[in-house]
């Protein structure tokens, strides 16, 4: 018998552990019925995300451990713990842990769905795939994922 609910223990979910971050899918685009995906981002010592928006797509970030500096619409701020960003869909954006942090960890809520779907892709391509810049461009617009740039200049310190 299929349950109406999910159970997801500390640590648990899929989970894709890459250079820069350790990603746990804690409520998939299955168990919403692509309202929403909810992530924990345990973030590395080399996180940054690059300049980026989605088109159709919001994300919540809500901050549980670390310092992260998030770029927002043209605005540098400084995310600790207890602190919650949402960023509406079309708004450019992009984050790195703040100066002198090793780690960091957050909640991401992407909705509508799809994030996990472009994880899961991103887990089963090669590194000659992450060469290809028209497979990356193409996988990235599916997903609502519009690459603007590197990471701005001039963050806030700590």
Sequence with gaps: MTKSYSFVPPMGGKNYDWSADHTYVKVSA???????????????????????????HAETFYILEGCINFYVDG??????????????????????????????????????????????????MSDADFANEQKMTALNERYDIIN???????????
């Design 75 to 124: 605005d540098w701020m400084t995310a600790i713990p207890g602190t919650c960003l949402h960023v509406p869909a079309g708004v450019p954006h992009s984050c790195t842990l703040a100066s002198g942090e090793t780690g960091g960890r957050m909640l991401m809520i992407y909705q509508p769905s799809g994030f996990d779907e472009y994880l899961a892709e991103l887990a089963t």
């Design 30 to 56: 299955q168990n919403t019925g692509g309202a929403y995906t909810l992530m924990e981002d345990n973030l590395k010592a080399t996180f940054a995300l690059g300049l980026h928006l989605h088109r159709t």
């Design 148 to 158: 603007l740039g590197p990471l701005p200049a001039g963050q806030p310190s700590a």
